[in-house]
């Protein structure tokens, strides 16, 4: 009698995980039928590459607190407005600006008064060299246990070149940004340790050009802030060849760059409720502000038309979300990220339940797959449904996912999430003056924001990160 009953639980157990296993994939054949309708209304259209080009073209200059980002930010909020969501709103926080005041001067001495000019770029948060400018000969160093090696005795009253390459060996051109950013983002505070009075750094991208690629730097303290300068990879190249030939290279730098005082600003917020659970949110986003050399149309224009398009593409095909989506175009990602600060203080100020961050930050390729960071579980629930999206070319998931603003929700335990977008033409871009419209193609942007649609509405849908 006892096996008897073991064996209807046992296959009872089987039947009900085999009705659950065949409604799901009766509902999920339901959805590829939306999934479709919603790459169809994307790639029909030029929604999302029309209001980028309408931002890059009158705000193209977006730095935290600077006239062209206050633009930016009117611009997308009408751009909100127009898409008809349940609400549109600023949020305040406190930018820091940064000027970059004149053109740099950075060049090669030569004899006879002669000179190489350098294509350079000052650093953002970096201070000036004063109006005369500073020369001197010139150290090469690719880490920091290199710059120890040569201690005060070879640094004091010289400039520091930082010229470590992106290894081009690795496949995702962003791992090779991130093993080489430590001397950009802290170089200048490294070499002030040992008496340098400036730094050069090789600009992070995977290619070789004449395009100076900015970025943020900091300072370790306030006592010995030295300049800091990127130098073209071009540029890169030659010092260095010169240093091997001429040990006692010297340097003229000149930038005019310093902070400001602070200035109020805004994050950019829209919302579509959610029918059933509005109470939950599904934050979606990309941060507006942009350097200032460029349009900022990769980095990160296109990641706000990602988020923005969510809504679009789900009311103009009929979806009511169960939960509310909201959209955060957020304020100065790129300094001190200081929208994202504040829209996470005010999400645990408030108690608001998060369901999920999702963020677009990488630029404009075409999307291949998904980064998440979450438990096991989660992402095993999320890789069920990943099947639908296969003729999208939408394989992958990561594990780990995301961006810096939505980063700031993960002590509150939200998961996050972001579009994996084709890599490799990214670094061209970043942060230079390359960013720029032209460079962006209408297709790739539409097929992110189906993408970014049809990923919400499936976490939406499906109770994969929690009720």
């Known amino acids: ?52 080009r309408e931002l890059t073209s009158k705000a193209p200059h977006r730095l935290a607190g600077s006239e062209g980002c206050a633009n ?19 949020q305040p926080a406190m930018a820091l600006p940064w000027l970059r005041g004149e053109k740099e001067v950075v060049y090669i001495e030569l004899p006879k008064g002669k000179r190489i000019l350098l294509h ?38 010289k400039i520091v070149f930082y010229n470590l390459a992106m290894d081009p060996a690795l496949f995702n051109p962003g791992e090779g940004y991130g093993r080489a950013a430590f001397q950009r983002t802290a170089g200048a505070s490294e070499a002030a340790k040992y008496g340098a009075i400036a730094t050069l750094v090789r600009s992070l991208t995977n290619r070789i050009d004449t395009f100076p690629h900015t970025g943020v730097m900091r300072y370790a303290d306030t006592t010995n802030m030295i300049p800091s300068v990127a130098i073209s990879t071009f540029d890169a190249e030659l010092l260095s060849t010169r240093l091997k ?15 400001l005082p602070a200035v109020v600003s805004y994050n950019v917020i829209a919302e579509l409720k959610g029918g059933e659970k509005p109470e939950e949110i599904i934050t979606i986003g990309g941060h507006l502000d942009s350097w200032d050399l460029g349009e900022g149309a990769h980095d ?39 929208g994202a ?8 100020d408030k108690g608001e339940k998060i369901y999920v961050g ?29 099947g639908i999206l296969a003729p999208y070319d939408l394989y992958q998931l990561r594990n780990g996912g ?25 670094f061209y871009y970043h942060h230079s003056a390359f960013d720029t419209f032209k460079e962006i193609d209408m297709r790739e942007v539409q097929l992110g924001c189906a993408a970014h649609a049809a990923l919400v509405y499936l976490i939406d849908k499906y109770d994969t990160l929690g009720s």
């Open 1 to 52: 009698m006892r096996k008897l009953v073991v064996l209807t639980l046992i296959a009872f157990g089987f039947c009900s995980c085999y009705a659950q296993e065949n409604s799901l994939a009766i509902s999920l054949q339901n959805d590829s039928i939306v999934i479709a309708s919603l790459y169809k209304s994307a790639l029909t259209s030029s929604g999302g590459y029309d209001n980028l």
């Open 72 to 90: 930016g930010i009117k611009i997308l909020f009408n751009q909100l407005k127009a898409l008809n969501p349940d609400t549109v709103y600023l």
């Open 120 to 157: 350079a770029s000052a650093l953002g948060g970096s201070v000036g060299t004063g109006l005369k400018g500073l020369a001197a000969e010139v150290v090469e160093v690719k880490s920091f246990e290199e710059l120890k090696a040569l201690g005060e005795a070879n640094v004091k009253g």
């Open 245 to 259: 030939s001429d040990p006692t290279q010297r340097v003229f730098i000149r930038t005019t760059c310093k902070s």
């Open 300 to 338: 990160d224009g296109v990641g706000c038309m990602h988020a923005m398009e969510v809504i679009r593409l789900f009311k103009q095909n009929g979806i009511q979300p169960k939960r509310t989506i909201r959209v955060v175009l957020f304020l100065d990602e790129e300094t001190h990220q200081v």
């Open 341 to 348: 600060k504040a829209y996470a203080a005010s999400v645990k």
């Open 358 to 386: 999702i963020e677009s930050d990488s630029g404009g390729g075409a999307p291949k797959g998904f980064g998440m960071s979450a438990s096991p579980a989660q992402m095993e629930s999320f890789r069920q449904l990943m």
């Open 402 to 426: 995301g961006g810096v603003d939505v980063g700031f929700l993960k002590p509150l335990g939200v998961p996050t999430m972001n579009v994996l977008p084709s890599p490799h033409r990214y």
